[in-house]
Structures are given as structure tokens and as C-alpha cells.
């Protein structure tokens, strides 16, 4: 057996060939850490537009639910997702057995306040009333549902 540490020293049992294994082994993982990041980066990327093109399809079908250009929508699509995963989670935990009572129908009341509070945030992107708020809240989660289901969201995470 050939080992790859001088005689006398504590690894000098450990056979070459096992060295070599586990350095393949090492950048082996390590190419497979910079695929998954960068395919990580594009499908968040992807989201993204996808919402950003969401916000602007709900804009163009729900009145009262106004975006003046594409940056707009870019911007509002990351402001809804950035206060839906903060300041959204806590007030649907908050609010669970109200939530409960009405069989889920509050979260689409959540949700509306979500998009008037992100459209208080920023420029160029403005709702009217609570009520288009509201019917923006069910159109935009469709429309992402479509959009995520047309991606291939349903992928296998095994």
C-alpha cells in the first residue's frame, strides 16, 4: 500500500488512492456547488420578471391598479415579494384563527394590504382603492400560479 504522507507520521496509513478519491470527490462537489448556485441566481432571476410581468398583466386587466412602465413593475414585483416575506408572514400568523374562520378568505385581505402598502413604496406604481387591491390580489396570484405552473415550478426536489 503507497501512502501519500511521509513514513512516521499519523496519516501515514492512509493510501494514495483514497487521497486522490477524495480530492475528485471534493471538486467534484465543488462544480456541482457553482452549477447550483447560478441555476439557484437564474431561477430567482426568472421569478422575478415572471412577477414583474405579472404585476403589469393584473395593471393592464384590473382597473384602479395602475404601473407606469416596466421598471415600475420590476420594482413592485420585489417590493410585494420582500413586505409578503416579512411584514406578510407575521400578519398571516397573527391572524390564523381569523384566517380559520373565514376558511382562508382573510389571507386574500392580507394580501391586498401587502400591494397597498407596496404601492405606497414606490414611484410609479399606484392603486386606487382597497377594492382594486383586493381584486389585484386574487388576479396576481393567479397569474403567478399560471406563470409558475408554465415555468415547470412542479419540479422533483429529490
Known sequence: MRSCAPAGSPRAAVPTWFVEFQY???HAIERRS???VSENAMRHLLNWVLSALAVWIVARLVPGFHVSGPLAALIA???IGFVNATLGVFLKIVTFPLVLLTLGLFWLVINAAMIELASAV???FHVDTFGAAFVGAI???????F???LAGGGRDRG
Open 139 to 145: 388576479v396576481l396570484a393567479l397569474v403567478n400560479m
Open 122 to 124: 414606490v414611484p410609479g
Open 147 to 149: 406563470f409558475r405552473w
Open 24 to 26: 475528485r470527490k471534493l
Open 77 to 79: 414585483a420585489l417590493v
Open 34 to 36: 457553482i452549477v447550483s
